[in-house]
């Protein structure tokens, strides 16, 4: 183990838990890599992208609804700063911004 700042810590799986992990370790100071075998991240909480004719549609797969009773969450949305009114429905932008954040 090395000196706080030092340690560089590899968290496997860029879901909601990896990224609340690496977020959690980048608050404790230490260096975090993020991988996933996936080609994009979120896991099975992310953005799709739904083609219909010549329109196209930013959708919400998987955690679209979120209750109050999720404190972790929330604290999470609100570390990485997600807007209050936005907490609630939209995990894929949590995702997208936790990215960003780290
Ligand atoms: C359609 C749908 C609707 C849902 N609705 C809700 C809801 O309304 N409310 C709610 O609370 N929850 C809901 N869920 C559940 C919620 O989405 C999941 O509980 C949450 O996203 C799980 O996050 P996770 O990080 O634990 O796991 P995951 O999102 O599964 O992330 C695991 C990640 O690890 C990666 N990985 C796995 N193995 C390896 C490896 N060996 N090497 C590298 N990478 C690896 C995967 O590619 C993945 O990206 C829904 C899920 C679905 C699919």
Known sequence: MSARGT????VVGAGW?????A???LDAGLRVSLIDA???VGGRAR???????DRSY???NGQHLLVG????YIALAQRVG???AKRMIMLAEVVETAIIAI
Do not use: F, I, K
């Open 7 to 10: 340690t560089h810590v590899a």
């Open 17 to 21: 838990s990896g990224l609340a992990a």
């Open 23 to 25: 977020v959690a370790l």
């Open 38 to 40: 996936a080609p994009q």
């Open 47 to 53: 953005r799709v992208t739904l083609a219909l004719g």
């Open 58 to 60: 930013a959708l919400d």
């Open 69 to 72: 009773a999720y404190r972790e």
């Open 82 to 84: 997600v807007p209050r």
